[in-house]
Structures are given as structure tokens and as C-alpha cells.
T-cell receptor
Framework: NAGVTQTPKFRVLKTGQSMTLLCAQD?????MYWYRQDPGMGLRLIHY???????AKGEVPDGYNVSRLKKQNFLLGLESAAPSQTSVYFC????????????FGEGSRLTVL | QQQVKQSPQSLIVQKGGISIINCAYE??????FPWYQQFPGKGPALLIA?????SEKKEGRFTISFNKSAKQFSLHIMDSQPGDSATYFC???????????????FGQGTILTVHP
């Protein structure tokens, strides 16, 4: 059973380039999340979705866009990458939202030069 | 602003010792407090969680202590083992209602190292 799968696992970008991170879950969960993890900062919520076709801003949404066209997929886009977006990105899904267990992917490490 | 503050940032204990990690929160609407464990190269995974109607929850060697009046909660790892070496995150959320629904707010994380 795959659970939550993130692609790609590693990516190096130049400043100003764009890219999309894909998250796919096979657990039929309603809620999906994108977090970024930086040393000493913990996990900070970028955007989240409470169901297919919905998205909402989290704690640090600037510079990112998301889409949830299908229930099983949650895409995170960077339109014009900046060095400050160098981070490890984690996708998570949950059947009950933030008041229940979140199931995380293994992360996508992004470096912006 | 950081709504959940976690300390210490790093912790070193000897095998068999007790590891204690503390968290404090600001939002009194929070009513769900989980702890997540993360091994290098992996995503976080739920370890144990508590709701504010109880002051303590124990699962094996892991115990959450909760102090609602002080808005603090802590993770105790008894008989710490080298295999417990990982990063631990506390978190908080509210179950329903308001604009916070569906969002889990994490602390800064604690890197635990257990020496053999």
C-alpha cells in the first residue's frame, strides 16, 4: 500500500524557474496539506484542502499556489522560485482534518540556487 | 507568530534514561494535542495524542502530560533507547468550527539523541 507519494524527491532549481510538486494519496482522504520543514522552524503549513476542488491558505502561502482537481492529488506550484524557498516539502493527508492523524509522504527536497 | 512553542531544540540522554520534551500553546481553542516522530529521510508519523479532557495518556514507554490551566503539555519517554533517536514534534489543532478547522500547528521540533 503506497499511502502518500510525493514526486519528485529531489530537485534543484535556478532562481526564477517554476516547478510543480505532486502529491498523491490512495487512502480516499478528504483533507490534504502541504508543509515546509526548515531547521529550527518546525513544520509550517503552506496550503491545505478540505476536499476536492477546495484550497485554503496556511501559515506561509506567499510564493506558492495549489490545486486539488482530483480527490487523490494535491499539487504545489512555485511560479518563480526564490532561494528562500529552499526547503524540504511534505505532503500529508487525513480522513478527519487536523483533529486526527495526518499521514505524511517522505518529503521532497528542493534547492533553489 | 508561533502558536506552539517547543523546547528544548536538542536533547541528549543515555540509554535507559528519561527524555522530556515540553510544549506551550497560546490558542485556548486548541483541543487536540498530538506528538509526531520523524526519522531521518522520512516523513513525520503520529506517536501519541491527547485531548484536554484528560491530564495524562500513556502508551508503552511514551506518556503525554497535559496541564490545561498552564496551556502546556509534555512528552516523557521512559527507558529511552537508541532506536528512539529522532526528531519529535508537538502539535495542536481544534476539532471543529472557526477558521482553524483542518489545520495542525506544529512546534519547532526537538532532536533527540539517545546514547548507548
Amino acid at each position: 500500500n503506497a499511502g502518500v507519494t510525493q514526486t519528485p524527491k529531489f530537485r534543484v532549481l535556478k532562481t526564477g524557474q517554476s516547478m510543480t510538486l505532486l502529491c498523491a494519496q490512495d487512502m480516499n482522504h478528504e483533507y490534504m496539506y502541504w508543509y515546509r520543514q526548515d531547521p529550527g522552524m518546525g513544520l509550517r503549513l503552506i496550503h491545505y484542502s478540505v476536499g476536492e476542488g477546495t484550497t485554503a491558505k496556511g501559515e506561509v502561502p506567499d510564493g506558492y499556489n495549489v490545486s486539488r482537481l482530483k480527490k487523490q492529488n494535491f499539487l504545489l506550484g512555485l511560479e518563480s522560485a526564490a532561494p528562500s524557498q529552499t526547503s524540504v516539502y511534505f505532503c500529508a493527508s487525513s480522513p478527519y482534518g487536523g483533529a486526527g492523524e495526518l499521514f505524511f509522504g517522505e518529503g521532497s527536497r528542493l534547492t533553489v540556487l | 507568530q508561533q502558536q506552539v512553542k517547543q523546547s528544548p531544540q536538542s536533547l541528549i540522554v543515555q540509554k535507559g534514561g528519561i527524555s522530556i520534551i515540553n510544549c506551550a500553546y497560546e490558542n485556548t481553542a486548541f483541543d487536540y494535542f498530538p506528538w509526531y516522530q520523524q526519522f531521518p529521510g522520512k516523513g513525520p508519523a503520529l506517536l501519541i495524542a491527547i485531548r484536554p479532557d484528560v491530564s495524562e495518556k500513556k502508551e508503552g514507554r511514551f506518556t503525554i502530560s497535559f496541564n490545561k490551566s498552564a496551556k502546556q503539555f509534555s512528552l516523557h519517554i521512559m527507558d529511552s533507547q537508541p532506536g528512539d533517536s529522532a526528531t519529535y514534534f508537538c502539535a495542536a489543532s481544534r476539532r471543529a468550527g472557526g477558521t482553524s478547522y483542518g489545520k495542525l500547528t506544529f512546534g519547532q521540533g526537538t532532536i533527540l539523541t539517545v546514547h548507548p
